[in-house]
């Protein structure tokens, strides 16, 4: 044993020996020695006890996963964790007070063409001008009357003579009664101073009334006005010769009222009543006037699809018929819920909202659309206001889908 002992104590130094330097007197083992394949087995059983460590944990690992995928929130195990997040909100009821925006003309609401009723003639005075108020009965201009005034004086003489022939047979008639009692008139001749006094005195009837058509023929060869109003156009001038009664010499707006003719679609009238109130705003105005609504068209015209709405407004010196103004109708006001225009949406089958319902599992709700404003558009129809509205991304939502509904602030 102290041998064996003696003679590996003995070997060590020249172990070393083998393993240190080489010809460059550099250290290390010499190449091919036994103990290098050692070496390189124990880092080889190193390098794969590391990986059979690794390998294991990993297994570890998934195996907890896989014991408590059920209970864990979050994973595939939970179906809302994977649903789609949308804002909801709850509408309620709202007092939608309805506008509906036009354009229209300006005009008189009742127009009175005024022309010469007579036989004509020349124009000799004209005594009012475009802009001024007139009154009922008031002169606006005067033909040449000339002629009618000749024509009244020989009436006039023919009045004095058959008024004349009249009192002589008056005259006569009486003389005749006296004589008649004593014998020196028969009854025949009375009865003809009788009848020769009658037409006598029918004959002072009829030239009185011939007087009275001429006096009626002079008068309307003055023109006056028909009513009270605003006189908007005068087209006459003096010595100008008015020839027939069809020429249009003044235009009146009867008592200086005005309307805004505003052309709507058919379904815009159908919302709109007689009274509507209504805010008329002239171009180049600088504020507005209120009017109300006194007719509706009847009839729809079949190219445009239009019908007309008829504001009455009160006299203003910027109303000018023939101008341009646009208009803001009240159509009246409903209770009813109130989204926004990103909660709407519309494919072949009509409007539809998406609810989300028990489950947090959204339906398809089809609705009926309303007054449209400028806080939002009003759900007349399929609607309670109680339900939880998608506001948004609705269009990639499908019927049936779960949800994780958010409700969305109110503004």
Known sequence: ???????????????????????????????????????????????????????????????????????????????????????????GTTTVVGTINATGTLAARRELPVGSVGDGGSVSQVLVDAGQWVHQ??????????????????????????????????????????????????????????????????????????????DARIRRL???????????????????????????????????????????????????????????TPVGASHSFTGQIWQLSPVIDPQSRQGLARIALAYA????????ASVDINSGTLQAPMLPESALLSDTQGSYVFVVGKGNKVQRRAIKIGLVTDKGVAVTQGLTGGERVVLRAGAFLSNGESVNPVLAARN
Do not use: C
């Open 1 to 91: 044993m102290n041998y064996d002992a003696r003679i590996d104590v003995g070997q060590r130094p020249q172990a070393r020996a083998e393993r240190g330097s080489d010809e460059d007197g550099t250290s290390g083992l010499a190449a091919g020695h036994p103990l290098d394949h050692i070496d390189d087995e124990e880092r080889r059983l190193r390098r794969r006890n590391l990986v059979l460590a690794g390998l294991a944990a990993v297994a570890l690992i998934a195996l907890w996963f896989a014991l408590h995928r059920n209970q864990a929130p979050g994973f595939e195990g939970d179906p809302s964790a994977q649903a789609p997040t949308v804002s909801v909100t709850v509408p």
């Open 137 to 214: 009965g008031q002169v606006l201009a005067r033909l040449d009357s000339s002629v009618q005034v000749e024509q009244r004086a020989n009436q006039q003489a023919q009045i004095a003579a058959a008024q004349a022939d009249a009192r002589l047979a008056q005259a006569n008639l009486e003389r005749a009664q006296k004589l008649v009692s004593h014998g020196f008139i028969s009854n025949s001749q009375l009865d003809q101073l009788v009848a020769t006094r009658d037409g006598a005195n029918a004959r002072v009837r009829v030239a009185d009334a011939q007087l009275g058509e001429i």
């Open 222 to 280: 003055s023109i006056v006005a028909p009513a009270d109003g605003l006189l908007l156009e005068r087209n006459v001038d003096p010595g100008q010769v008015v020839i027939n009664s069809n020429t249009v010499l003044f235009r009146i707006a009867k008592d200086g009222q005005m309307e805004l003719q505003a052309r709507l679609s058919e379904a815009d009238l159908a919302q709109l009543s007689v009274g509507e109130a209504a805010q008329v």
């Open 317 to 324: 010196a910027e109303l000018r018929p023939g101008g341009f």
